[in-house]
């Protein structure tokens, strides 16, 4: 089964997909109806990647079960939040999430792989797109 492109993956792909398109149409002469089309095609797709960037927070906690040893399988998970340009702030019985739409979803993919990999799991999650940051 072939793995899934990650959110930031796809919209690489795409976008060098249409410069590839605009690219061969310039080489090419081609009408400039077909180059105001994929124009036309990046601008909404860059107006979609818009929309992905609003933010969210997130409250997870995670239950390592049957383990020896919590702690191997919560930093597991955090180091995971982190690869993911989120802000992690742990805290002693939750952790605090801040981050975009995409790079949030994509975390908690990556974090729960990483926690179920160490054994079985509970993974509890409050998400909120109005919740305010926690001031510094």
Known sequence: MPKHLSNIEFKNKITDQLEQA??????????????????????????????????????????????????????QTLKALEKHNLQVMPGSMSTLILGTDADLWEGLEDAYSKAAAQGEVVMILTISNACPKPSD
């Open 22 to 75: 605009r690219k061969h149409c310039q080489e090419n002469q081609v009408s400039q109806k077909i180059l105001d089309e994929i124009n036309a095609l990046e601008k909404m797709f860059k107006d979609e990647i818009e929309k992905t960037k609003r933010e969210l927070s997130a409250q997870l906690s995670i239950y390592p079960l049957r383990q020896p040893s919590l702690s191997p399988t919560i930093n």
